[in-house]
């Protein structure tokens, strides 16, 4: 049933807890079931004749997919190799849960999450062949637009020309996530490599971190080829060393959520930062930040699982709190669409892109 480096995964569990204080769904829920040893241990026993039944499917589930506690494992290996695979597995055997099985059906339907058919962005008098592609993300085209045109304003203030796929395919990651890297995935890679070679794009600018960990890691496994991929956040760090953005400044103090997989996946740590200095911010960090930071929620856990979600963005907050910083900001749509919605009361929430639009 699962692939044998999901089952080496799986038995590779020391039972240490390392990962138990780290899983930010366990961190909330309590449940002994949303720590990761206990999917791996709930994996061995399908593999050694326990029959899947839908409580073990939803607690497949029950996980962000953040990486936190592969990052910290002592054993050196990969949990989400077999939660991935155990998704796939429920999805075979009809036992998906329904609310995620409606989200499923919507990327299918529409590409996206949300189900929708047009984007939230305006894309007037934006052209969608070019050197330059900007890849938004169905989160940022379709739930926080504000972050794609604030990324738009900055480009355009640095004189980069770019160009925007008006009916953008999703990219594979949401489904990815939803279902494992099954062949309805790399299909969706496929459309979203060729509706970039169709752009004449020399290089690819990703706003949405969830979109650029996938190209980067596991496009070219799939023979899908594609020009160079840049994160936003190292795309607009390089205009500000370059001296094409001239940004006001502020003595603020202001604290930087690490997306997870902006910080694991990508291991990009240094630019947004870098950002945020540039503007004259004084970062006052969270204990739990760059690859050991607490993940806010995926836009994808908000669509099944919205009160998990909720609390998980909640407990971010509190570690805001633990900082004399009154303001949060991030750099990927899908951590904005999380934190800016939870903000408490005497804080602010102000996504990177737009922080840097009201600077310029």
């Excluded at 995620?100 to 939230?120: C, H, Q, S, W």
């Excluded at 008098?125 to 794609?148: I, Q, Y």
């Amino acid at each position: 049933m699962f692939s044998e480096k999901a089952k080496k995964n799986a038995d590779a569990c020391r039972f240490c807890w390392m990962c138990r204080h780290l899983c930010p769904v366990q961190l909330v829920t309590g449940k002994e079931t949303n720590t990761p040893r206990a999917k791996g241990l709930q994996v061995s026993m399908l593999e050694r004749g326990m029959t899947m039944d839908a409580e073990c499917a939803r607690t497949m589930y029950e996980c962000l997919l953040c990486g936190a506690c592969t990052n910290d494992c002592a054993t050196g290996f990969d949990p989400l190799v077999f939660i991935r695979e155990a998704r796939t597995q429920a999805n075979v055997l009809d036992l998906v849960p329904a609310e995620v099985r409606k989200v499923i059906d919507r990327v299918l339907e529409t590409g996206n999450i949300y189900g929708a058919k047009e984007p939230r962005v305006d894309l007037s008098g934006v052209p969608e062949t070019g050197d330059t592609l900007v890849w938004l993300g169905e989160c940022a085209r379709h739930s926080v637009p504000e972050t794609a045109e604030a990324l738009f304003a900055v480009l355009r203030k640095a004189g980069v020309p770019f160009a925007v796929l008006k009916n953008e395919p999703g990219s594979g990651s949401s489904l990815g996530d939803l279902l494992g890297f099954v062949e309805d995935v790399r299909a969706q890679a496929q459309r979203a490599g060729e509706a970039i070679r169709r752009s004449g794009a020399k290089r690819v600018i990703v706003l949405d971190s969830y979109d650029a960990a996938l190209m980067r890691h596991e496009y070219k496994d799939w023979g899908v080829e594609l020009p160079e991929i840049v994160t936003a956040t190292a795309c607009v760090d390089q205009l500000i060393r370059e001296g094409r953005l001239s940004l006001k400044q502020t003595h603020e103090v202001i604290t930087y959520h690490d997306g997870s997989r902006l910080a694991r996946d990508l291991d990009e740590h240094e630019p947004a930062r870098a950002i945020l200095k540039a503007m004259g911010y004084e970062i006052h960090e969270m204990w739990q930040n760059r690859r050991l930071a607490k993940c806010c929620g995926s836009a994808v856990a908000g669509q099944y699982m919205p009160d998990i979600r909720l609390r998980v963005a909640e407990n971010r907050w509190n570690d805001v709190k633990r900082t004399d910083a009154k303001h949060l900001t991030a750099a990927c749509p899908q951590s904005t669409e999380a934190l800016a919605a939870t903000a408490p009361e005497e804080y602010r929430y102000t996504d990177l892109f737009v922080l840097v639009k009201e600077h310029l």
